[in-house]
Each structure stands twice: as C-alpha cells, then as structure tokens.
C-alpha cells in the first residue's frame, strides 16, 4: 500500500506540468528523469525508442524514456519501451512519467498476474502469460514440458511500454519484425499491442503442436499391446499425471486470455485503430482453436489416466490368479504329507510296499489335473 500511496503521489503533479520537472540532486531525479547514461550500464530498460510513419527513428539508439517522450510531443509518432523485471524504484519514474496508474503499476512490477485486459482513463494494461516448451529427450515423471513467463503492455495514445517477466519470451525479435512492417507500425501503439499478442498466441500454437507428441507418445505407451516376457502393467501413471499438470498449467493462460482478445475484436475502443481490430479477430479466433485443443488435451488425459489404472488393476488381478493357482496346486502334496507326516502307527499303507511311489504317482497326478483345468480358464 505504501507503494501505491507513492505512485499516487507521483502521478498527480505529472498531469499538471506542461515541461519537465528540474529536481535538486541527481539523487532525487526517479528513472525516466536523468540525462543520457552508459548503454552498457545496468537497468531495467531493455530498448526506448521513438516511432514516427512507421519507422523508428535512427538518432534515438541511447535515449532513456524522458528524452522519447520529449521527442514525440515535439514531432509526433509514439515511443516505444521495453523492461525486464524492474523494480518499484526503477518503475517509478517510468509511471509518473507516463501517468500509469498505481493498481496497474503493482501488477506489473509484482507479477504472477491472470490474463486480463483492463482500462486505467487513457491507457489499456494487458497481462499475457508467455509459454514456452521445454525439450526433453524423454518424458518422465519429473520433467518440465512447459515454462511460463508474464508479458505486461501498457498502450496509450503516444506510447507504449511492455514488461516482461521471465527467463525466456524476449521480445527484439518482435520489435525487429514489426519495424520491417512501416505500413503496420503506422498505425500507432495499438498495432504494437496487435503484434504482442499475435506473438503470444503463436507461442501457444507452437506449444500446443509440441504437447500433442508428448501425449501421443503416452497415449501409444498405455494402449499398446504389452512385447512378450514383458510387464503387461503399462506406462507410468507419474508421467501421465505430471503431463496433465503441465496441461492444466498451458490452460491457465490460454482461457482467461480469449475474453480479452474479444473485446479488442469486438468492442470500438479509442486507443484502438479500426483498422488493427480487424487484426484481433484473427488473433482470438487463433486463441479459441488453441483453448479448444488444450480442453481436449486434458479430457484425452483424464481418459489415458484412467486407462492405464484400469490396466494396473487387470495385471494385478491376473496375478493374483496366478498365486492362487499355485497355491491350490501347492496345497494337494502339502495336505498329503502333513497326513502321513502325523506319526500314527497305524495308517493306511504304512507297510505296503508299493505305498510310497503310489502317494507320489497320485500326488502328481492330481497336481496335473489341476493345472491343466486352470490353465484351461485362463487363470495360468
């Protein structure tokens, strides 16, 4: 709350000023606010760039977010800037500057967000959540199929700012291929938010693709038929679980991300180019196929999940047919000697002499009689 007090504070005084803000001490000066540093040096800028007709302009490779917002109200275009991870220091001066609202200030610096579109007075924040697939040579009940990461945009009329969290999902090779697109790019900050969720959902589209192997793989593991001299058990119940995890993991950003692509295909938006929200149909009907294969997915899972217990419960009871054929074989010499195993004197046969070979021929003789007639009903 402490934080939100600050930015609160902070966001006032910026919607009153016409220039910039002189501050005593370098100290005191927030990020967005000093003069042009090192490229090289630390800081949770990522890329700040300053986009006019489309393309960027050459002179702006250094410029920290002040300096691009001083040149879009001088000459016009929209600014362009890039962060991983900041912290509330570094993010600070980025929102006063910009005049973000506090609530969205905090979701974007703390993360682990849900997928939503909401609307601050003249400025959209989306959360995407990014997905990525892990390789792995084989699937087990530990592994990793998929790695999560947090995209943030903030999109305004002059402006916008994406903040990523995460190891992977950077964003240069979007920001190199949309600058290729002069045409697109002219359209504003709103074809910036088109390309970032376009982006997104392609690497839903992809994830998926890879996933479907990963259960196809378990799906051929638990329904084929079992070599001979091997166990008829079937596959590993943990790898089937595990994957379901990662299923449901892929599906906590694919849905609640549908309602807002729909939103920006359907419903007119200010901040939105009539033009670019034809765009977004095509994203949110790219999102739906995604939604509906990730749904399959784990209703396929469920069903190999209860295939393959359903399998482990037929091994055990052929086993426990087994052992209770042998156990009855077993107990046709064990109940004949324990007999003459009492130590009368007066038994049956005691004295014959063909006694002996006659109890063994008969014990063996009921022994194969019953073996063959469990063998018969399939229980040996």
């Known amino acids: 709350m402490s934080m ?5 504070a902070a966001v006032r005084p910026s919607r009153r000023r016409s220039g910039a803000t002189a501050y005593p001490t370098a100290a005191a000066r927030p990020l967005g606010y000093d003069t042009p540093r090192d490229p090289s040096a630390s800081t949770a800028v990522v890329d700040c760039a300053v986009y006019r007709d489309g393309s960027r302009l050459a002179s702006d490779t250094c410029l920290n977010p002040r ?9 016009g275009g929209f600014a362009w800037i890039g962060l ?12 006063a500057e910009f005049g973000l609202h506090p609530l969205a200030v905090e979701d974007a610096v703390h993360a682990h967000q849900r997928p939503k579109l909401e609307r601050y007075d003249d400025t959209l924040f989306t959360v995407f959540k990014t997905v990525h697939y892990v390789e792995h040579a084989e699937l087990t009940a530990t592994s990793d199929v998929v790695e999560t990461g947090e995209v943030m945009c903030f999109t305004g009329r002059d402006f916008v700012i994406t903040v990523r969290h995460g190891g992977r999902g950077s964003l240069r090779a979007l920001r190199h291929g949309l600058q290729k697109d002069t045409e697109l790019l002219s359209k504003g900050p709103s074809a910036v938010l088109h390309a970032l969720a ?23 593991d638990v329904f084929s038929a079992p070599s001979k001299g091997s166990s008829a058990r079937g596959t590993d119940a943990g790898r089937i679980y595990q994957l379901k995890r990662e299923v ?6 694919v849905t609640p991300l549908l309602r807002p692509m729909q939103l920006l295909s359907e419903r007119p938006m200010r901040l939105i180019d009539p033009d670019i929200q034809k765009y977004f149909r095509d994203v949110a009907d790219h999102l739906a196929r995604v939604q509906e294969e990730v749904i399959g997915f784990d209703e396929l899972l469920n069903s190999i999940l209860q295939a393959n217990l359903a399998q482990a419960t037929v091994a055990q009871n052929e086993d426990m047919r087994k052992i209770t054929s042998w156990a009855a074989i077993i107990a046709v010499p064990t109940a004949v000697c324990g007999v003459y195993g009492m130590n009368f004197q007066y038994m049956p046969e005691l004295t014959w002499k063909y006694g002996y070979p006659m109890v063994l021929t008969s014990i063996a003789v009921i022994c194969f009689t019953i073996h063959r007639t469990l063998k018969r009903n399939g229980w040996l």
Do not use: C, N, S, W
């Open 4 to 8: 939100i007090r600050d930015l609160r």
């Open 67 to 75: 300096e691009a917002m001083l040149r879009v109200r001088e000459g």
């Open 84 to 95: 991983h991870e900041p912290t509330e220091e570094e993010f600070a001066g980025i929102a």
């Open 198 to 220: 376009d982006h997104v959902v392609d690497g839903y589209i992809a994830v998926a693709a890879a996933m479907q192997d990963d259960i196809d793989e378990v799906e051929i």
């Open 248 to 253: 449901l993991e892929f599906k906590r950003a």
